[in-house]
């Protein structure tokens, strides 16, 4: 089983960046699939997850309004489009797989791969 994140990279206070997130190894198309985000010290935060169908989708509130989870299960692959981003959101940015709900992951969920650093100057 495999995440691959992609996308990160430098960009100013304000700007957007597009994480790309492809799986592989087993079939994703029945589980949520969602980020995380992690900075050294801290605990790893959820930041927000997608349903089987894109229907459901949670987020924290911090990234509500700016941040949107998108997924094409054709392509086993989960998108982070990422806007209007602040100096708060430099994390390395990991994607995540579990069929169980998101409100049961805690900081674990089932699945999650190697991550992208996204880093906002201010």
């Known amino acids: 089983v495999q995440l691959q994140a992609s996308g990160g990279g430098l960009v100013q206070a304000g700007g957007s960046l597009r994480l790309s997130c492809a799986a592989s190894?087993?079939?994703?198309?029945?589980?949520?699939m969602g980020w995380f985000r992690q900075t050294p010290g801290k605990e790893r935060e959820f930041v927000g997850a997608?349903?089987?169908?894109?229907?459901?989708?949670y987020y924290i509130d911090s990234v509500k309004g700016r941040f949107t989870i998108s997924r094409d299960n054709a392509k086993n692959t989960v998108y982070l489009q990422m806007n209007s981003l602040k100096p708060e959101d430099t994390a390395v940015y990991y994607c995540?797989?579990?069929?169980?709900?998101?409100?049961?992951?805690?900081?674990?969920?089932?699945?999650w791969g190697q991550g992208t650093q996204v880093t906002v100057s201010s």
């Open positions: 995540a797989s579990d069929p169980r709900h998101p409100t049961t992951w805690g900081t674990d969920p089932r699945y």
């Open positions: 190894g087993r079939t994703f198309r029945s589980d949520w």
């Open positions: 997608i349903g089987l169908s894109g229907r459901s989708i």
